[in-house]
């Protein structure tokens, strides 16, 4: 704000220093709420994109499992196929 007053030296009034004031927090504030709402979503992007991988690896080792495996392996696939799911599917982090 200094900065901008020694550039501008007759947005010194009170007045006008006010409004400029409020107008730099405005946007402060907006670009700040931007960032963070920008970051979660990019955030809950990338957790939902890898576990959808996840699942979907799961899914196809289950396919595998299921049509050729031992008795061991389809059940060891299919509990890996459910905790998969219920990773993607779950709300929390």
């Known amino acids: 704000m200094a900065a901008l007053l020694a550039e501008f030296p ?7 220093e006010e409004l400029l004031k409020l107008l730099v927090d405005k ?17 809950i992007d990338v957790r ?3 576990q959808g991988r996840a699942f979907a690896d799961a899914a196809i080792k289950n ?27 779950r709300f929390s982090s």
Do not use: R
Not at 10 to 16: D, E, H, K, R, S
Not at 27 to 33: D, G, H, P, R, V
């Open 10 to 16: 007759f947005l010194a009034n009170p007045i006008c």
């Open 27 to 43: 946007i402060l504030e907006t670009a700040i709420n931007a960032t963070e709402m920008g970051a979660f979503f990019l955030y």
């Open 63 to 89: 396919h595998v499992a299921q049509m050729s495996g031992t008795d061991e392996e389809k059940a060891n696939a299919e509990a890996e196929l459910k905790n998969k799911f219920d990773n993607f599917v």
């Open 48 to 50: 939902t994109s890898q």
